[in-house]
């Protein structure tokens, strides 16, 4: 079993930031709340992908909006965009298929040029695969330092821009004496989490440049309370497991809430091994520690992250898993009785005490600061305060800070429902990250996102893919049932609408090598649908070609060069 406390050290922060800041592991935890699975950049093959795929930069403009005062003041400079690409199967009239890396280095996407969704898409189009780092993250910074003024150029809305540019207006290194820039060659988009909701942004914002995009667990709507982020996982995990989790957590929340009896508090926190944690809320967030996790699921076992299955297994376990629990059990009881539970005592000290033991293996002993606090302490300022090149970890959270939201709080939870996570986790302990590291003290502008079209984006040659399991899902079109706002649509080839049966997070990227397939690997949904992907592709390329074709064979005006003499 992986602890949590070394996935965390392993995964750290984004990119390579944490090895240059480490940082407390509240605060750790609150910065890999991102939308796509940490767990998948353990995965190393052996061959530095770094070796056969060359980085290479191109100089893009800093601020592209002069006439915007978000980004005052404005600035003229330019910056290198790191990129990297794979032409192996391109032939004249293939198109150049851009992933989008989102929010992560783009060096942690070079293995999909190998094998996977863009590969494939590569492979059966004879196009130009490219890996396209976003600005502020990886190598790809604008600016000298991380101040709060100088992150004012990382937006949706400049990133967006700076993938046209590209497209515009790069040359590939060997390919130089082609036109490989849009609108001559056809141009087609793929993201995934955060950059899939990017590429369907892109579809509709520069339809003159990108020909069609995919947008994979695409998180078009943007939400500032996202306590929706556990629906998924309560309707669609283990149903013993999910029962145990929200009767426990309503203990702790009880106590905590309810209660607020300081002696009961103390027994409460002694019990789980977190007597010296100050803060409730900051309690109430290690206990969840194995929630995150279900969004790391994967098809492939090399990148499935096995965290959430193992702690589920423990806690509903019939038996006692950890004998230095045992001596708990009066603890856990009396517990159980002052939460609430006095009828269910005997039915949950099992449970409760193995939740207890997982707790403590996998992330609490990792902790050797008598000091608690020092570990596990969201209120503490200094904590956020460095802002030099190397903390990139503030990437994300001032994009979410800003303008996307997505704070994952137990206190949303409808008050007739029982939350996964405890409701002391709400969203002013959510948001404490974009008050200390960024002095934001008011609610994201969610409308900066949801004014392309939310739930409701649509557009030609714009193909909506997401997995019905995932934790996003209810900020993505297919939220329905999660959200009522969102709609179900019939899927077409012009604009494709797939959910993908038994998936988390877009399932539909990666890949295996030939010699690495097995005659359940991949899955067949997962064959199924990038099988589809493939096809629908392949049919924007023909219409593309058509549509060049008659161009082509347009009359031009006439003019001082023209063969053709006017009657």
């Known amino acids: 079993m992986v602890k949590l406390s070394t996935l965390c050290a392993l995964l750290g922060l984004v990119g390579a930031s944490f090895a240059a800041t480490r940082l407390n592991a509240a605060v750790e935890r609150r910065v890999r709340r991102t939308t796509f699975p940490r767990h998948e950049l353990l995965r190393r093959d052996d061959t530095d992908l770094s070796l056969l795929y060359p980085a290479y930069n191109l100089s893009v403009p800093i601020d592209h909006f002069f006439n915007d ?70 190598t790809s910074f604008p600016v000298p330092d991380l101040t709060t003024e100088n992150m ?22 060997g390919l130089e004496h082609l036109d490989l820039t849009a609108p001559n060659t056809a141009y087609i988009g793929y993201g995934g989490s955060y950059a899939g909701a990017f590429n369907a942004f892109l579809r509709k914002l520069y339809p003159d440049v990108f ?14 309370d996202y ?38 508090t103390a027994e409460l926190k002694g019990a789980w091994g977190l ?37 589920c297994n423990i806690i509903k376990n019939t038996s006692v898993v950890y004998s230095h629990t045992a001596g708990l059990k009066p603890t856990v009881q009396d517990l159980l009785k002052k939460g609430g539970y006095n009828s269910e005592v005997n039915s949950l000290t099992t449970p409760f005490l193995n939740w207890i033991g997982w707790l403590y293996e996998n992330v609490v002993s990792s902790c ?62 959510e948001s404490l990250i974009c008050k200390y590291a960024f002095n934001i003290t008011t609610p994201a502008n969610v409308n900066a996102i949801n004014k392309y079209g939310g739930f409701g984006i649509s557009y030609p040659r714009l193909a909506i893919v997401d997995g019905d399991w995932d934790p996003w899902r209810p900020a993505t079109p297919h939220a329905s049932p999660f959200n009522s706002t969102a709609k179900n649509r019939t899927s077409t080839v012009e604009e494709p609408f797939l959910l993908i049966g038994g998936a988390v997070h877009h399932w539909d990227e990666n890949g295996l090598f030939p010699n690495e397939t097995t005659a359940s690997l991949p899955p067949k949904t997962i064959t199924g649908v990038q099988g589809q992907e493939i096809r629908f592709v392949e049919h924007w390329m023909r219409e593309w070609k058509r549509e060049k074709a008659v161009k082509e064979r347009q009359v031009k005006p006439f003019g001082p060069h023209s063969k053709q003499k006017p009657l």
């Open 211 to 224: 020909w069609g995009t995919i947008s994979s667990s695409g998180v078009t709507e943007a939400i500032w």
């Open 275 to 311: 007597a010296n944690v100050t803060h409730d809320a900051d309690f109430a967030q290690v206990l969840a520690s194995g929630l995150d996790s279900w969004q790391g699921k994967n098809w492939d076992p090399a990148l499935n992250d096995p965290t959430w299955d193992d702690w």
């Open 368 to 429: 050797t600061d008598v000091d608690q606090d020092n570990c596990w302490n969201s209120y503490n300022p200094d904590n956020y305060a460095r802002d030099d090149i190397t903390a990139t970890w503030r990437s994300w959270p001032y994009q979410f800070c800003t303008q996307w939201g997505y704070l994952q709080t137990g206190s949303g939870v409808p008050a007739n429902q029982l939350p996964l996570i405890s409701r002391t986790n709400d969203i002013a302990f």
């Open 69 to 138: 005062s978000l980004y005052e003041s404005h600035v003229h400079g330019r910056f290198n965009l790191r990129y990297w690409f794979d032409a192996q199967f391109y032939k004249d009239g293939g198109p150049v298929i851009v992933l989008q890396s989102g929010e992560t280095s783009g060096e942690d996407r070079l293995g999909f040029l190998q094998k996977g969704l863009l590969h494939q898409l590569a492979q059966h189009t004879h196009g130009i695969a490219v890996v396209l780092e976003h600005r502020y993250y990886g």
């Open 227 to 264: 306590w929706a982020y556990f629906e998924p996982i309560r309707f669609y995990a283990d149903k013993t497991c999910i029962e145990y989790t929200q009767k426990i957590t309503h203990v702790v929340d009880n106590i905590l809430i309810s209660l607020k009896d300081p002696a009961t």
């Open 152 to 173: 004012r150029f990382l937006t949706t809305d400049q990133a967006l821009a700076d993938e046209a540019f590209f497209a515009q207006n790069v040359k590939f290194h």
